[in-house]
């Protein structure tokens, strides 16, 4: 037995890693389908994007190695401390930072740049996998469930001073590790209500929105009132609270929205909701990537064949844009596939995760699928314009070594965990 703990690789889920592998190796191929040029240049070329996403890819397998080299009590036992230097990171920016395209988001290195963003994911997926899994933590209590807010929010607020409003988005994905650990669904039906009143506000108007919410709820509240005889007599106090509350959030949308978000913020919304129509400014990137998209067909061009891709019509095409080159060159069966690689992805790993009889690797792997699932929707529904453009990457697909070792931290320490699962109780 022990022979075998000191062997790194005893017990890893291969089929995790071989999705990983056709994943990254599938991205890099639409990376190089996006960037390239001139095809007799070298695979290594640094000059080039994808040149430098291959050497990333191959520094992931020391990056790898050094996760498994732990014992997975180590990062247990060292979740807060990792969480630590995630906060450290984030606070460091604001003094050494290197300013990209309006966020200053990165550590410069000469040539290179780092984006801790993409690490402080997987830091805060192991504080919050400490936190939940203390025996004498229950989630049922306010004041746990503010430790846990604070453990989420803390990097999030940080993030979104830079600011870097897309990688925000990503920490409510741990409110479906915080229900699945006991959390109530009111938060997550608060928090979705709350987004469809937003845009219900921004496609009519506050008062209009106003008037047929208090309608609908008093409807709702007068059903179970005469359902229930008497129980909500006692109760008029909250339900006269619930009005103000909702009255001043509606009411506090329409500010927000024209004083708070910025103005390219303002034209992406309002470019989802059918409010206006710009195919040459704000809606340029979407519209040339539903176009390369449509212009796939059922199985694509082929590979180096697209016109769009191959023509840089796309901006952006090789990071947040990349599944527009998928669809152009492999069509809609390559864009299916994609898909159904992450949703098996996804399956494996939460199948793995309800295995662990420690609540740690548990959780980390809840916390590990939402933060997945969570960058795939936003990003494929961003492209094919079913969400607003927030910049988000696509996991194992867009360029960006930050990304691309970050989503390899975070898988393969579940990979770790979930290898000594049998040992480590």
């Given amino acids: 037995m022990r022979a075998e703990k000191n062997n790194i690789f005893y ?57 498994l080299f732990f014992n997975s009590k180590f990062y247990e036992k060292f979740a807060t401390i990792l969480y630590l230097i995630g906060i450290l990171s984030l606070i460091g920016l604001f003094l050494f930072g290197k300013n990209i395209n309006g966020a200053q988001s990165w550590y410069g290195f000469g040539s290179a740049s780092l984006q801790p963003s993409e690490f402080a994911k997987a830091f805060t997926a192991l504080a919050i996998a400490k936190l939940l899994s203390d025996r004498q933590y229950n989630l049922k209590l306010i004041k746990n469930q503010i430790k846990a807010f604070i453990v989420i929010f803390l990097p999030a607020v940080l993030i979104a001073l830079q600011p870097d409003l897309g990688s925000v988005l990503v920490y409510l994905a741990f ?67 619930l009005y103000l509350v909702a009255g001043l959030y509606i009411f506090s949308s329409g500010y927000i929205f024209n004083n708070v978000f910025e103005q390219h913020q303002r034209d992406r919304f309002e470019i989802l909701l059918g409010l206006s129509k710009d195919t040459k400014k704000i809606g340029y990137n979407t519209n040339q990537s539903i176009q390369a998209i449509s212009s796939g067909g059922g199985f694509g061009k082929g590979f180096l064949q697209g016109e769009r891709t191959q023509g840089n019509f796309v901006p952006e095409q090789d990071t947040d844009y990349i599944f527009s080159a998928v669809g152009e060159e492999w069509g809609f069966v390559g864009s299916a596939f994609v898909i159904i690689l992450f949703m098996l992805l996804l399956y494996r790993i ?11 690797g548990r959780i980390y792997g809840y916390g590990l699928a939402s933060i997945l699932f969570f960058h795939v929707v936003i990003n494929i529904g961003m492209v094919i314009q079913l969400l607003p453009t927030v910049g988000i990457p696509l996991p194992f697909f867009s360029y960006g070594g930050s990304s691309l070792w970050g989503f390899t931290l975070l898988l393969f320490i579940f990979i770790k965990l979930d290898a000594n699962k049998s040992y480590d109780l």
């Fill in 350 to 360: 939460i199948y793995l995760a309800e295995t662990h009889k420690n609540k740690f």
């Fill in 11 to 67: 017990g890893i889920d291969w089929i995790l890693v071989i999705l990983y592998v056709v994943l990254v190796g599938f991205g890099w191929m639409n990376i190089y389908a996006a960037t390239t040029t001139d095809n007799s240049s070298s695979l290594l070329d640094l000059s080039t994007r994808y040149g430098k996403q291959l050497l990333w890819i191959i520094l992931c397998i020391p990056l790898i190695i050094i996760i």
């Fill in 175 to 241: 409110f479906f590790v915080l229900n699945r650990e006991g959390l109530t669904l009111n938060y997550i039906i608060i928090g979705s209500l709350a987004i469809v009143l937003f845009l219900l506000t921004l496609l009519f108007n506050a008062p209009t929105i106003i008037i047929a919410f208090f309608i609908i709820l008093s409807i709702i509240l007068l059903y179970f009132l005469k359902k229930n005889k008497g129980y909500l007599k006692f109760n008029w106090h909250k339900i006269i609270g």
